[in-house]
Structures are given as C-alpha cells and as structure tokens.
T-cell receptor, first 113, second 112 residues
Framework: KQEVTQIPAALSVPEGENLVLNCSFTDSAIYNLQWFRQDPGKGLTSLLLIQSSQREQTSGRLNASLDKSSGRSTLYIAASQPGDSATYLCAVSWGNQGGKLIFGQGTELSVKP | DVKVTQSSRYLVKRTGEKVFLECVQDMDHENMFWYRQDPGLGLRLIYFSYDVKMKEKGDIPEGYSVSREKKERFSLILESASTNQTSMYLC???????????FGQGTRLTVV
C-alpha cells in the first residue's frame, strides 16, 4: 500500500532557528512530491514541487530534497520566523493515476518570537 | 497565478438536504479533485476527474457524487447530507502529466 508519513506531528522552535521537517513514503517509484503549507481554517498553498528526476528544489528560505532510494524527503526552513507558523503537508504522486496525491498527516510548526 | 475558487467558505445545512459544492479553476487544467479533511484523519480523496464527463472514485466516495460538465468546473454533491459529513472540503486542480496540484480556499461544511 502506498503511504506517506510525516514526523514529528508538531514542532515548536524559537525564532531564527533553522529547522527540518521530514516526510517518508513507501514505494520509491514516485512521479513527484509536493510540499504544502496550510494556515488554520484555510486551503493549501503549494510551496515546492520536486519531480522524480530531481534531487532538490529551492524557493527563498525553503529547500526541499528528495531521496527516492531511501523513500524520504526533507523540507529545510532557514532562519525561521513567527510567520512560518502553520501546518506543513507532504504529498506524493505515483503517476498514472490522474494526478492523485497521497498526503501525510502534516507537521504543525510553531515559531516563537 | 493559478486560481481555484470554491463557491462558499462556510455552509450550514440540515440533515437530509441535497448539498452542492462548486469548484472552478481558471488554468485549463485537465485534472480536478475533491478531498475532505478531518482532524486526525488528514486529507482523504473523495472523487477525482481527469477529463470532462470523466470521474473516478477516490478512497471515500460513499454518500457523494460529482459532476464535471465543463473542463473548468467540478461539483461535489452530497445526495442526502448527514452529520458525519461535517468537514472541511478542499478542491484542487492540476495539469495532466505534471501533477502539481493547486488548491482552493476550502469550504467548511456543518451538517446539523
């Protein structure tokens, strides 16, 4: 069964700290992996998309890496800010399924001033 | 920018009512999806569509149906709303062969 797992479920850090969020998935034959941010009561905002042929993607203070052989992705956030507080979701597409995504449960991040 | 728009942010409906949730995307995407999100259960796929008039069941289709008469619009229908369908509903779209998904702002549905 194709599954996505995110650890930890919640994380609290002081402002300015660099942090890493983890995502693991079964079945390394992924099509792509996407990281999202969700603020309370809101929809999902796409942060980064990594295609299966890529090893990493960067956007501003965010860097996402992909290691298919070990079934892992990490989202690195540099110099965290209180505005980064949100739930971060990892989602995997295994392709050939009309774009269907399997989501992890998310990591709830709190950045304290 | 890709825009996925859901018709309502908040809805309150009575048990037994037929409920329509509407979603429109403006980027000519082939794929569209309906998810529900519940605490502790995460996002679960209800239905998806990869073309006009095409639909596929997701993981939890029971009690729901969908309609896709035009490429830009994907409707979720609760045939007879029940209290266990109280949830956050999220619509998404993606282009074919890329699978980069874009989400709407969500509809918080409460069934009383």
């Amino acid at each position: 069964k194709q599954e996505v797992t995110q650890i930890p479920a919640a994380l609290s850090v002081p402002e300015g700290e660099n942090l890493v969020l983890n995502c693991s998935f079964t079945d390394s034959a992924i099509y792509n992996l996407q990281w999202f941010r969700q603020d309370p009561g809101k929809g999902l905002t796409s942060l980064l998309l990594i295609q299966s042929s890529q090893r990493e993607q960067t956007s501003g203070r965010l860097n996402a890496s992909l290691d298919k052989s070990s079934g892992r992705s990490t989202l690195y956030i540099a110099a965290s800010q209180p505005g980064d507080s949100a739930t971060y979701l990892c989602a995997v597409s295994w392709g050939n399924q009309g774009g269907k995504l399997i989501f992890g449960q998310g990591t709830e991040l709190s950045v304290k001033p | 920018d890709v825009k996925v728009t859901q018709s309502s942010r908040y809805l309150v409906k009575r048990t037994g009512e037929k409920v329509f949730l509407e979603c429109v995307q403006d980027m000519d995407h082939e794929n569209m999806f309906w998810y529900r999100q519940d605490p502790g259960l995460g996002l679960r796929l209800i239905y998806f569509s990869y073309d006009v008039k095409m639909k596929e069941k997701g993981d939890i289709p029971e009690g729901y149906s969908v309609s896709r008469e035009k490429k830009e619009r994907f409707s979720l229908i609760l045939e007879s709303a029940s209290t266990n369908q109280t949830s956050m509903y999220l619509c998404a779209s993606s282009p074919r062969y890329v699978d980069e998904a874009f989400f709407g702002q969500g509809t918080r549905l409460t069934v009383v």
